[in-house]
């Protein structure tokens, strides 16, 4: 097995293992300015595969819409964190920061009906693992 695809099974192990948890405060909160930095982070790194619009791209799964939200809404951050970290971009991960791939959920926060509000997304694991994505 790949280095890559050992990174990528762990992140999704840690993702089965993190709970479901309530929306109620939990739910991450971003900054416009996050967005507005991940939009651009995803024309240059993820809209090749994924599509210009998140669900029209040749190689890469829906990143907005029911497939998205029944994938990832309710669940932890950090679980989607440590995923993107570990595998995404499939051929280069580890190329963006932390703080751009914070960034970049912003941007698929807003994309899925998210509000932006004044209280930036952190971009440490430790940090992420109370929150839940918004749904």
């Not at 440590?82 to 751009?100: I, N």
């Not at 952190?122 to 929150?131: K, Q």
Request: hydrophobic share 45%; proline share 6%.
């Amino acid at each position: 097995m790949s280095a890559g695809r050992l990174a990528a099974s762990a992140a999704l192990l840690a993702l089965a293992a993190s709970p479901v948890m309530a929306q109620g405060d939990t739910a991450a909160r971003f900054t416009q300015a996050q967005a507005d930095n991940g939009a651009e982070l995803y024309r240059d790194n993820c809209a090749m595969c994924h599509g210009p619009h998140l669900n029209d791209g040749e190689f890469g799964p829906s990143l907005n819409g029911a497939r998205f939200k029944r994938q990832w809404a309710g669940n932890g951050v950090g679980g989607l964190f440590a995923y993107l970290r570990a595998a995404m971009p499939p051929t280069r991960t580890s190329v963006l920061k932390s703080d751009e791939y914070a960034d970049l959920m912003a941007f698929l926060f807003q994309a899925n009906g998210a509000k932006a509000g004044d209280k930036p997304l952190p971009d440490t694991a430790e940090a992420l693992s109370g929150l839940t994505v918004p749904k």
